[in-house]
């Protein structure tokens, strides 16, 4: 069985037990994400595709590590002056090893989208103010 995600930016194709390398995520090593933009899954000949994600559907991965991809140099130079530029940069990625592929919605519990639980009380509207008189500020 494959997935077909989307997380930074970019469209990844996982399998179960494959470690992907991504744009930085927030987590230590050990914790378990969930993708939930996922666009395709297959399974042998059975494809589902979405438009554009498929509804319910997840993707289960723990992060294996943080690290840096390979430096990248950026040498600027103008003709007749004394213009050079030396640039270096290495972006921070994550490393995540896929764990689950749920189809619809499995109802996995582990570190999701925090959603709402807060049973603080709901905001009141604010009271609308009259508007101010035209002559009364004189």
Same mark, same amino acid.
């Given at each position: 069985?494959?997935?077909?995600?989307? %997380?930074?930016?970019?469209?990844?194709?996982?399998?179960?037990?494959?470690?992907?390398?991504?744009?930085?995520?927030?987590?230590?090593?050990?914790?378990?994400?969930?993708?939930?933009?996922?666009?395709?899954?297959?399974?042998?000949? #059975?494809? #589902?595709?979405?438009?554009?994600?498929?509804?319910?559907?997840?993707?289960?991965?723990?992060?294996?590590?943080?690290?840096?991809?390979?430096?990248?140099?950026?040498?600027?130079?103008?003709?007749? #002056? %004394?213009?050079?530029?030396?640039?270096?940069?290495?972006?921070?990625?994550?490393?995540?090893?896929?764990?689950?592929?749920?189809?619809?919605?499995?109802?996995?519990?582990?570190?999701?989208?925090?959603?709402?639980?807060?049973?603080?009380?709901?905001?009141?509207?604010?009271?609308?103010?009259?508007?101010?008189?035209?002559?009364?500020?004189?």
């Amino acid at each position: 069985m494959f997935a077909v995600i989307k %997380t930074g930016g970019k469209q990844y194709r996982v399998a179960g037990g494959q470690e992907i390398i991504i744009e930085k995520l927030d987590g230590e090593p050990g914790d378990t994400l969930v993708f939930g933009e996922v666009l395709m899954i297959g399974d042998g000949d #059975n494809i #589902n595709m979405g438009a554009p994600t498929l509804s319910g559907a997840q993707v289960v991965g723990e992060v294996v590590g943080q690290t840096r991809s390979a430096k990248v140099i950026t040498y600027k130079k103008k003709p007749r #002056n %004394t213009y050079r530029r030396k640039l270096g940069h290495r972006q921070q990625q994550t490393v995540i090893k896929i764990t689950d592929i749920l189809a619809k919605g499995g109802a996995s519990e582990k570190k999701t989208a925090k959603a709402k639980t807060d049973d603080a009380p709901a905001k009141k509207p604010a009271a609308k103010k009259a508007p101010a008189k035209k002559g009364a500020a004189k």
